[in-house]
């Protein structure tokens, strides 16, 4: 489409070695990989099923999304937590099923406005990262990413302060290195009303490596502003 041809244009001036990956609902994975055909950005699905083979009629497995060019999964967004029900075991499912497909998984964690009201996103946070996260083998941790996604800023216009983001994406690099994984190597993504005049002071965060951007990356000027502050 002319958004993401807008995107790969801007992308090709943009030399602060920043990774891209495009995420588009599944239909269009494909048409969205062969328009980026030539240049270094990627593709990944939205989600994955919860079966890697088998009849399951109207299921995309993760070795389907892989076959069609898909590189990153992304698997526990709070919209399926909470508007599909998906839970940590079924997470940790699907994060299995990502990678034995060869591809690389974002997995979305966050606390919902009443968690944080009561001051439980550490926990919750935590537990997500625990529950979803149990069934990486060593081998595999550097083909995870995490994106903390606070309920309550995704799509509201309300970010966390660069300083809520920051103490929460500690903890997560904290409880990573607990569970034997390769924590300083791995990118921790902020997500929640990413825009370009906050992006720079989210990214200049210690543990923030990036953004995964949802409104903002409808509009191809304000993501590429967005990218050159990575
Ligand atoms: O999937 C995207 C994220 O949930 C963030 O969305 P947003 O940037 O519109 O708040």
Same mark, same amino acid.
């Given at each position: 489409?002319?958004?993401?041809?807008?995107?790969?244009?801007?992308?090709?001036?943009?030399?602060?070695?920043? $990774?891209?990956?495009?995420?588009?609902?599944?239909?269009? /994975?494909?048409? *969205?990989?062969? =328009? @980026?055909?030539? &240049?270094?950005?990627?593709?990944?699905?939205?989600?994955?099923?919860?079966?890697?083979?088998?009849?399951?009629?109207?299921?995309?497995?993760?070795?389907?999304?892989?076959?069609?060019?898909?590189?990153?999964?992304?698997?526990?967004?709070?919209?399926?937590? $909470?508007?599909?029900?998906?839970?940590?075991?079924?997470? /940790?499912?699907? *994060?299995?099923? =990502? @990678?034995?497909? &060869?591809?690389?998984?974002?997995?979305?964690?966050?606390?919902?406005?009443?968690?944080?009201?009561?001051?439980?996103?550490?926990?919750?946070?935590?537990?997500?990262?625990?529950?979803?996260?149990?069934?990486?083998?060593?081998?595999?941790?550097?083909?995870?990413?995490?994106?903390?996604?606070?309920?309550?800023?995704?799509?509201?216009?309300?970010?966390?302060?660069?300083?809520?983001?920051?103490?929460v994406h500690?903890?997560?690099?904290?409880?990573?290195?607990?569970?034997?994984?390769?924590?300083?190597?791995?990118?921790?993504?902020?997500?929640?009303?990413?825009?370009?005049?906050?992006?720079?002071?989210l990214f200049a965060q210690?543990?923030?490596?990036?953004?995964?951007?949802?409104?903002?990356?409808?509009?191809?000027?304000?993501?590429?502003?967005?990218?050159?502050?990575?």
């Amino acid at each position: 489409s002319g958004l993401v041809g807008d995107i790969q244009d801007g992308l090709a001036e943009l030399d602060n070695g920043v $990774e891209v990956v495009i995420i588009p609902p599944a239909i269009y /994975a494909t048409l *969205v990989n062969a =328009a @980026l055909a030539e &240049s270094e950005t990627s593709v990944g699905i939205q989600d994955v099923s919860r079966w890697n083979k088998g009849a399951y009629t109207g299921e995309v497995s993760a070795p389907m999304a892989h076959d069609v060019g898909c590189r990153y999964a992304l698997v526990g967004h709070s919209e399926r937590r $909470e508007l599909l029900g998906e839970t940590d075991t079924l997470i /940790a499912d699907k *994060v299995d099923n =990502a @990678l034995s497909a &060869s591809l690389n998984v974002i997995l979305c964690v966050g606390e919902t406005e009443a968690q944080r009201e009561a001051g439980a996103q550490d926990r919750v946070v935590g537990e997500q990262l625990k529950q979803g996260l149990s069934r990486v083998s060593d081998a595999d941790w550097l083909r995870v990413v995490v994106a903390y996604e606070p309920v309550w800023a995704i799509g509201t216009g309300r970010t966390a302060t660069a300083e809520d983001a920051q103490s929460v994406h500690a903890v997560i690099r904290q409880t990573l290195n607990g569970m034997g994984a390769p924590a300083e190597e791995m990118t921790l993504l902020y997500g929640g009303s990413v825009k370009p005049d906050n992006a720079k002071e989210l990214f200049a965060q210690p543990d923030i490596d990036g953004g995964l951007i949802g409104g903002a990356s409808l509009s191809a000027p304000d993501f590429l502003a967005i990218c050159r502050a990575a």
